[in-house]
C-alpha cells in the first residue's frame, strides 16, 4: 500500500497562495490517480482536484481558475497550487492515490485563510 504524507498547510492571508506538497512511498504514483480533498468542520470530505497518471485534471467548480493539481512521477509526489485563498478554503487538506482496490489516504494538513 502506499503511505503518503502531505505538507505546506499553514496561515495565509485572503488572496495569498500555497503549494502543497504529498510525498508518496512505498510504490510508484505513476499509474494512480491522485487527489487533493478537504474537510470543513462538521462536514464530510469532499473533492478538491484529481489527475490521473496521464495528466488528465479535474477541478471542484470552488477552485476552478484558482488551484492546479500537478504530480512529478519522478520525485513520487503530487502538488496542489492555491492561489487567491478565500476564507471559505479553509480546511483540513488530504491527499488520497487510488489504484483499482488500492486507496490511501494522507494525514492531512491545515489551511487556515484569514487577516
Known amino acids: 500500500q502506499v503511505q503518503l504524507a502531505e505538507s505546506g498547510g499553514g496561515l495565509v492571508q485572503p488572496g495569498g497562495s500555497l503549494r502543497l506538497s504529498c510525498a508518496a512511498s512505498g510504490r510508484l504514483i505513476s499509474s494512480y490517480v491522485m487527489g487533493w480533498y478537504r474537510q470543513f468542520p462538521g462536514k464530510q470530505r469532499e473533492l478538491v482536484a484529481t489527475i490521473s497518471g496521464r495528466g488528465s485534471t479535474n477541478y471542484a467548480e470552488s477552485v476552478k481558475g484558482r488551484f492546479t493539481i500537478s504530480r512529478d512521477n519522478a520525485k513520487n509526489t503530487a502538488y496542489l497550487q492555491m492561489n487567491s485563498l478565500k476564507p471559505e478554503d479553509t480546511a483540513v487538506y488530504y491527499c488520497?492515490?487510488?489504484?483499482?482496490?488500492?486507496?490511501?489516504w494522507g494525514q492531512g494538513t491545515q489551511v487556515t485563510v484569514s487577516s
Open positions: 488520497r492515490a487510488d489504484y483499482g482496490f488500492d486507496r490511501s
